[in-house]
């Protein structure tokens, strides 16, 4: 009864900062596996259902609160890189804009430093073009695993990600 009183408070307060929880019962029944089964499908809804307003209010506080510890954005500036200095960038999303410009890029990948966000990725490794930083914007574990499955270890070596 206190599990469904705390699902409750969650719902009603808006609560969708959960990235992990854990459940622990210490005998195992039918009924026991369907309550759980079920409580976790729901709590899937709760963590990434409701939109990404609350996610980028808790990457905010996270950023924050990193930074007051001192953490780092980057180990390394790529201002410091003598490579990086004065080099122009090119900016990658997917779409129709990718389609017309897979010639220029690739054309222009070694005198430029290239940035793929999202989905594009997966197709710039397609192409057989590497990027050299690659920004996410959304944290569920779903862009995770599709970065994961469209990419290969290889190609995400050395790769800088910002997210």
Known sequence: MKL???????YRNR???LSKYYIYYHYENNA????INNFQ???KKVTYGYGFYDDERVGLSHTIENTH??????RVSLLQR???VDVPVIIIGNGPSLDESINFIKANRERAIIISCGSSFGTLKRLGIKPHIHIEQERPQATYDWLKSS??????KGVYFLA
Not at 4 to 10: F, P
Not at 69 to 74: A, D, F, N, Q
């Open 82 to 84: 003598k490579d990086t």
């Open 151 to 156: 990419t290969d270890e290889e190609i995400r």
């Open 32 to 35: 026991m596996k369907q309550f």
């Open 41 to 43: 499908r729901q709590m």
């Open 69 to 74: 510890r001192g953490y780092p954005v980057s």
């Open 4 to 10: 469904l009183i705390a699902l409750k408070i969650i």
């Open 15 to 17: 609560i969708f900062n």
